[in-house]
């Protein structure tokens, strides 16, 4: 998954998580912005994706 992909997955996991409540949907979220933030940061590449869109 892209960085783009991944924040939009914790976004669609968040508002599932106001829902429900349920507290593995929120690790889940949490998961996938560490590693979209740490993929940003080691490829300035993919920076650049998340910024035009």
């Given at each position: 998954m892209t960085p783009l992909q991944r924040f939009e997955a914790?976004?669609?996991l968040l508002a599932v998580y106001e829902l429900?409540?349920?507290?593995?949907l929120l690790a889940e979220a949490e998961h996938h912005v560490a590693v979209a933030e740490t993929?940003?940061?080691?490829?300035?590449?993919?920076?650049l994706e998340v910024a035009h869109a």
């Open positions: 914790a976004d669609a429900t409540g349920n507290p593995r993929h940003l940061k080691t490829c300035p590449n993919a920076a």
